[in-house]
Nanobody, 120 residues
Framework: QVQLVESGGGWVQAGGALKLSCVVS????????VYWYSQAPGKEREPVSF???????TIPNSVKGRFTPSRDNAKNELSLQMNSLKTEDTAIYFC??????????????WGQGTQVTVSS
């Protein structure tokens, strides 16, 4: 079973920065696609970054230029550097890994979520 443990959330003033980290317990991390999602109060969970297993990165326009995802396959870790934070970035942030099983079928695994609060 793949497990994800997040860290790094907290409170910050608008314009500030935070870095989220997520450690993934699996021996095949390099084969997984990895995501960060945000879920604001009363809204659906939505992706804020995706890094494919070959390193290709996708970032939505809403956070492009402010959020920078990264992965370290040697440490089984993914990170999200969030700069120039806005009050509307306030949300619970989840990391997720999309990993294959021994048959090659992919499943998505979730972290527990970490709260990010941006105040004006």
């Amino acid at each position: 079973q793949v497990q994800l443990v997040e860290s790094g959330g907290g409170w910050v003033q608008a314009g500030g920065a935070l870095k989220l980290s997520c450690v993934v317990s699996t021996t095949i991390f390099s084969k997984c696609g990895v995501y960060w999602y945000s879920q604001a109060p009363g809204k659906e969970r939505e992706p804020v970054s995706f890094i494919r297993n070959d390193g290709m990165t996708t970032i939505p326009n809403s956070v492009k230029g402010r959020f920078t995802p990264s992965r370290d396959n040697a440490k089984n870790e993914l990170s999200l550097q969030m700069n120039s934070l806005k009050t509307e970035d306030t949300a619970i942030y989840f990391c997720a890994a999309y990993c294959p099983d021994y048959r090659g079928f992919f499943s998505r695994y979730w972290g527990q979520g970490t709260q990010v609060t941006v105040s004006s």
